[in-house]
T-cell receptor, first 115, second 115 residues
Framework: DVKVTQSSRYLVKRTGEKVFLECVQD?????MFWYRQDPGLGLRLIYF???????EKGDIPEGYSVSREKKERFSLILESASTNQTSMYLC??????????????FGNGTRLTVT | AQSVTQLGSHVSVSEGALVLLRCNYS??????LFWYVQYPNQGLQLLLK??????LVKGINGFEAEFKKSETSFHLTKPSAHMSDAAEYFC?????????????FGDGTTLTVKP
């Protein structure tokens, strides 16, 4: 079974802090994604990556950046946290760019609170 | 372009009753369609998916969904609800010819099961 592990379940940070959210997958998946989940808004794609050192903007990239130095690890960075970034963050992976019919495998999420 | 509309943000049924969660999609290319379930404090997990072939798809936990191209729908059903089915459900679409396997999610439907 694919396992996607997010390093923290809960985080509390102060406005202006730089925040790192880490995600690791153990199934050699090429694709990795970061979503944020807010009540009534479903999941919105922040950034995604098809391969090491590759990244592409999703639908709501403002205020975020990502890093993918190793295939199994995809990090989301909040350069200067703001209260409107308080949310649930979900990391996901899928097989490859060519396999559009392969489902996403999700981590358990990181609930971030910015005060 | 692709989008998903889930009709009804909250659905309540009695234990043993039929579950029907509605999903309509829009896609400029033949779609791949997914239903995911999210239990409290967890990430999303795959319930079922439609790629090609048979339009009636069976998933885990007794759920099934039917792809109706003419109605651009992919509604999720279960003949008899169980208390353990209480969760949030997300419909998602991936354009089969577009890059990356990027999925677009609906806003989610919270299912409540009354005893």
């Amino acid at each position: 079974d694919v396992k996607v592990t997010q390093s923290s379940r809960y985080l509390v940070k102060r406005t202006g802090e730089k925040v790192f959210l880490e995600c690791v997958q153990d199934m050699d998946h090429e694709n990795m994604f970061w979503y944020r989940q807010d009540p009534g808004l479903g999941l919105r794609l922040i950034y995604f990556s098809y391969d090491v050192k590759m990244k592409e903007k999703g639908d709501i990239p403002e205020g975020y950046s990502v890093s993918r130095e190793k295939k199994e690890r995809f990090s989301l960075i909040l350069e200067s946290a703001s209260t409107n970034q308080t949310s649930m963050y979900l990391c996901a992976s899928s097989l490859s760019r060519q396999s559009n019919n392969s489902p996403l495998h999700f981590g358990n999420g990181t609930r971030l609170t910015v005060t | 372009a692709q989008s998903v509309t889930q009709l009804g943000s909250h659905v309540s049924v009695s234990e043993g009753a039929l579950v029907l969660l509605r999903c309509n999609y829009s896609s400029s290319v033949p779609p791949y369609l997914f239903w995911y379930v999210q239990y409290p404090n967890q990430g999303l997990q795959l319930l079922l998916k439609y790629t090609t072939g048979a339009t009636l798809v069976k998933g885990i936990n007794g759920f099934e969904a039917e792809f109706k191209k003419s109605e651009t729908s992919f509604h999720l059903t279960k003949p008899s609800a169980h208390m353990s089915d209480a969760a949030e459900y997300f419909c998602a679409v991936t354009g089969s010819w577009t890059n990356a396997g990027k999925s677009t999610f609906g806003d989610g439907t919270t299912l409540t099961v009354k005893p």
